[in-house]
């Protein structure tokens, strides 16, 4: 066995391991976890039955040098089950287990592993089976989760400016290096494709494995271009009502639908094109060289020399297109910058370049245990979601800048778009989604908290009437209580302040040293011009008598009730979240809220929905009551310009978040994750928060005299 160990080592793995010295001085990183040693693996399993995962050619190398030195049982691969390949059969998972399989080494890149794991780590979990990679190291170790990237050693902005400096020729690998996708992986576009396709009335079945099958089937020989690709599909498939360029187009499209820049890679790139440096972009791609082109000129990517693009010379990186680069900038000094630890850096560094590695925003989500959020990351909405945050969050590899080197978010569009809009989108795709099922034609967006909620819903359902009605606890209050007995439910709340800045804020009455009796006497008489005068308001608004639908973000329910007395048709109240719903039990009102009560106890929601309320507000005053005309009658503001500004950076991030997951994916993929959502909105409480605006903030609730500041709610991640 050690001899033909020995053989193994001094083939296949010898260069993966030796080449991690010839690099390290441009760092590489330890972003992957500890390397494991695949000899001490495959003596540990010597008598007993292991599978590979992958069938390239690195998998056809791997059976050719380890010879009978362990019993490998079949081969297996996410797109195909069956058949024989290199003299091995192809099995499925549940045939490996059933094999009695206790070892599995995926044959991939890095980057490819931890897709494979995420994709089969569960079941080699609950079956026992061990997975690792061919480097030795253990895919299915859980990584603790973290948020800052003290284990992680990697370049900075400087430092790399000084690998530049010391180079004639400067060559950028493309794809998570300069650009990246608000996908969690490129395989994610397959899926996208499939739906695109669906919507067209067009069907392929196993579309996104039939894909990513002829991507590799066709890569193990040469580099080929994305028509080659749909070609291998097509005849596979017997075809369809499309063409191999038509798809090859749609593809593309889609795929540059969701590219955005690293700018402060980009920063890097105009800092070689400055100081004079030759520069060149050498990538792997399908696309053709007029594609990466377009690409580089989308993104402002310009002054470079040439682009070096694989499918044009038919070879991969790791087939010799290091090699083209060479004979271009012969006796040149030339820097080689990417992310993928092999095609970028080991083969670069096997042909005598120098190579850095930067962190692409998978790497460095992967490094920090992925925020806690891989176990809940599973439909192609989660990894929208999860993609969309990565490409904001991890956008710069350049996170090793500062000493305590802690995640942080520097403004409040970054809080609005990261924290809290994957929770809003699923809240206002699930309110759409009852509205047309309990087949609601208008709905009431009461003010303030309907302010943003109102314009995101017009966005997927403009066809529902929705008004913005001016509504608060205090105007409810004041012209809808009856009897005493309303006038003592009021007084039940408890009131942060004196008796007196309790009559007057909950019922505008100034008259404070009124006896019992005489105080609600007034109180009832002032309830019923103000129910008066709010209908007047809501006459205007030329509202249908039908069932309507009245939105409310988190309450007891105190507005709808008191709101109903206004209106003679039923209303039924949709919130975010309803407070102490038994308090309200006896009070026959209609709620459906989107946290059940039982959710909502188990869940986060309920430490951070402070957060969200401040977020969500409008930029104008609360309404107090109405006048004789039915004209409303605003409270003095209380918040700055500073402070509305804050909010409105925060909504702008909502919004673009929440048009960025509608253009991209399409309506049946749309999806909400509870769960997932939570998580998002958590990090609120752990990514520190450099924003001075936002932590200024105060959260406001005038009728309980409560003013909380946002920082004693958010917790102790403030710098």
Known sequence: ?????KKLMSGFFVYKFLQKERFGRCGSGRGDGQMGDIKELLTEYQDRKIALYGLGTETERFLSELGDSVSVIGLLDGFQEGGELYGCPVISLEEAFLKGVRLMIVVARPGSCKVIARRIGEFCRRNQIALYDVRGRNLLERKNVSYDFRQLEGKTFCELLEEINRADVVSFDLFDTLVTRKVR???????????????????????????????????????PGLTQIYESVLQKTGGNFITASELASMEWEIDLSVMVIRKRMRDVFYKAVEAGKQVVITTDSYYSLEQIKAILDRFALTGYDKAIVSCEYGISKTQGLFQVLQGEYETKKILHIGDDEIS??????????????IFSGEDLFDALGGLGMENEIRTISDRLKAGMLIAELFNSPFWFEEEDRALSVSDAFQIGYLFCAPV???????????AEEQNF????FGARDGYLIGRLFRKVSPRTKSVYFLASRTAAVRAGVENEKDIAYIDSMKYFGVPEESLRTRFGIAACDLKQGKRDREILAKARRQRSNYRKYIKKLDIQEENTALFDFVAKGTVQMYLQRLFSQHIKGFYFLQLEPEFMADKGLDIQPFYLDEERD???????????????????????????????VFAVETRSERDIRCFERAQEGMITYFEEYLRILPEKAREGNKKLG???????????????????????????????DIKDVIGNNIR
């Open 185 to 223: 992986s490129y395989t994610d576009l397959f899926e996208l494709m499939d739906l695109r396709l669906r919507e067209d009335g067009l069907y392929i079945p196993d579309f996104a494995k039939l894909r990513l099958a002829a991507e590799k089937e066709l890569s193990k020989d040469k580099a």
């Open 344 to 357: 970028d850096i080991e083969t670069a560094s096997a042909n005598g370049i120098t190579a850095c590695r």
């Open 602 to 632: 188990a869940s986060m929601i309920f430490d951070n929905y402070y957060i969200l309320e401040t977020m969500l507000t409008s930029p104008y005053p609360q309404l107090e009551e109405f006048g004789g005309d039915g004209n409303p």
């Open 1 to 5: 066995m050690e001899d033909k160990t």
């Open 424 to 434: 809003i989108t699923d809240f206002v795709l699930w309110l759409k989604e009852k």
């Open 441 to 444: 034609k208008q709905i009431l």
């Open 678 to 708: 939570e998580l998002f909105l958590s990090l609120v409480n752990q990514i520190q928060i450099k924003d001075e605006d936002f932590l200024s903030l105060k959260i406001e609730d005038p009728f309980f005299g409560r003013m909380t």
